[in-house]
């Protein structure tokens, strides 16, 4: 059994935002083809939706959206969590817009030892290790790309691949792409799930499997297709 207290920071100086919080959705949840999760903060709320409909042909997909830092005491007990929910066949692990602020030092520790934990608790998994969205603001945008250099270097050790979100989003226009200094307007988060789907295929193949999208009615807005 893989313990996730023997993975976590014991202590951090992270202090937690005035309002936390996780959203999570496994869509097909009895279907047992192979799933996909996505692992991230609001940009991965935005585009898992889409990244779903252009891949259902192709997998399941399931997500965890989450304003927690690494570094954050929770951040563990909740990844352990979503990783037992299901066999993931892929993972797509991204954290650190939500820790600019955070001590880069114990960021890169608590990352690190969160995609190995990752890779612990999903042996079955490929881990692609997802970077981090520009920001409008070009003082956000240097810290965002420091810490997407600590993943490049985590993706080279472990090994595993890298999806960059980054550099397909710093070359747009800030005025016209960007809602507000952290999230995308729609064709923007378009871009973002083709780049993602597209990671996924390359990885799991592009052959027809026996997902189809089931709607329901009690979907957390209403009807949920």
Request: net charge negative; glycine share 4%.
């Amino acid at each position: 059994m893989v313990d996730y207290h023997a993975y976590q920071p014991p202590e951090t100086a992270r202090q937690r935002e005035n309002i936390e919080w996780s959203i999570t959705y496994s869509y097909n949840a009895r279907n047992t083809a192979q799933r996909v999760l996505l692992i991230g903060d609001s940009i991965c709320n935005a585009y898992q939706n889409q990244v779903r409909v252009l891949l259902e042909d192709t997998c399941n997909v399931s997500f965890w959206a989450s304003s927690k830092c690494v570094t954050d005491p929770d951040y563990f007990r909740e990844l352990d969590f979503i990783l037992d929910g299901y066999r993931f066949d892929m993972v797509c692990f991204n954290n650190g817009l939500h820790s600019l602020t955070t001590d880069p030092a114990e960021w890169a520790q608590a990352y690190r030892a969160a995609a190995t934990f990752i890779r612990a608790k999903c042996p079955q998994a490929a881990l692609y290790l997802t970077l981090s969205t520009p920001l409008q603001d070009p003082v956000l945008t240097e810290k965002c790309h420091a810490l997407n250099d600590i993943v490049r270097c985590v993706a080279a050790e472990m090994p595993c691949p890298v999806i960059d979100l980054f550099a397909p989003m710093d070359g747009r226009d800030r005025q016209t792409d960007w809602s507000d200094c952290y999230h995308f307007r729609p064709d923007a988060v378009r871009a973002q799930a083709e780049i993602i789907a597209q990671a996924v295929r390359e990885c799991l193949g592009t052959r027809a499997v026996q997902v189809g999208h089931s709607s329901v009615d009690t979907g957390p807005l209403g009807r949920l297709k």
